[in-house]
Nanobody, 131 residues
Framework: QVQLVESGGGSVQAGGSLRLSCAASGAPSNAACLGWFRQGPGKEREGVAGIDSDDGITYADPVKGRFTISRDNAKNELYLQMNSLKPEDTGMYYC?????????????????????????WGQGTQVTVSS
């Protein structure tokens, strides 16, 4: 079992920054693959960024160049640095984990697959970006 607790959400103006954190407890091997997902008002949950067990990283197109995912294995924490925030980034942000995953590679819809198969999910942290 893995428990995930997100923090760091809040309200910012467009152009601002936030850093989300996700603390994982439980067997680290169950959280070898990690990702951030979000769900905006009236929208389906979508992948934002992911990191595989070999630290391969992938981003959704809308956040490339603005968001950075990272992990600290010693602390069992996952982070999402979000810069140049836009109103369309508003939503609930979720951390998710899974013991196994395919490697990040070009042409493979890693975030779409992860959303369907990841076993462990946090409760989410709200991000609101005003224009």
């Amino acid at each position: 079992q893995v428990q995930l607790v997100e923090s760091g959400g809040g309200s910012v103006q467009a152009g601002g920054s936030l850093r989300l954190s996700c603390a994982a407890s439980g067997a680290p091997s169950n959280a070898a693959c990690l990702g951030w997902f979000r769900q905006g008002p009236g929208k389906e949950r979508e992948g934002v960024a992911g990191i595989d067990s070999d630290d391969g990283i992938t981003y959704a197109d809308p956040v490339k160049g603005r968001f950075t995912i990272s992990r600290d294995n010693a602390k069992n924490e996952l982070y999402l640095q979000m810069n140049s925030l836009k109103p369309e980034d508003t939503g609930m942000y979720y951390c998710a984990a899974n013991p196994k995953c395919g490697p990040v590679r070009t042409g493979f819809p890693w975030l779409i697959v992860a959303k369907s198969v990841f076993r462990y999910w946090g409760q989410g942290t709200q991000v609101t970006v005003s224009s």
